[in-house]
């Protein structure tokens, strides 16, 4: 599986910001897939995730009501919808899907990762 994000940016607080992420290879309604972030001197923290059958969605507690996951099967592509952005959202974002389920995608157990988009957020 081959991953490949794009969309980061620079933006002000409470701006919108889009971020794609397309899928390349193998994948299954099984695949559980999203996003990532790590800023920096932290740890890579869960941001959100969908099934790719498109089911159910998953999102930290720090992004529920400003986020959102969605996925386009036909584009092989998943989307995260940033609204109301904050300063603490400035991260690396990282596209990443696990064929394991959901408990092991957010625990990064067997998940395959794509190169890191920058989301900066200035106040």
């Known amino acids: 599986v081959q991953l490949q994000a794009s969309g980061g940016g620079l933006v002000q607080a409470g701006d919108s910001l889009s971020l794609s992420c397309a899928v390349s290879g193998r994948t299954a309604s099984n695949y559980v897939m999203g996003w990532f972030r790590q800023a920096p001197g932290k740890e890579r923290d869960f941001v959100a995730a969908i099934k790719w059958s498109g089911d159910s969605t998953y999102y930290a507690d720090s992004v529920k009501g400003r986020f959102t996951i969605s996925r386009d099967k036909a584009k092989n592509t998943v989307y995260l919808q940033m609204n109301s952005l904050k300063p603490e959202d400035t991260a690396v974002y990282y596209c990443?899907?696990?064929?394991?389920?959901?408990?092991?995608?957010?625990?990064?157990?067997?998940?395959?990762w794509g190169q890191g988009t920058q989301v900066t957020v200035s106040s």
């Open positions: 990443t899907t696990n064929p394991y389920g959901t408990n092991s995608f957010i625990t990064r157990s067997g998940n395959y």
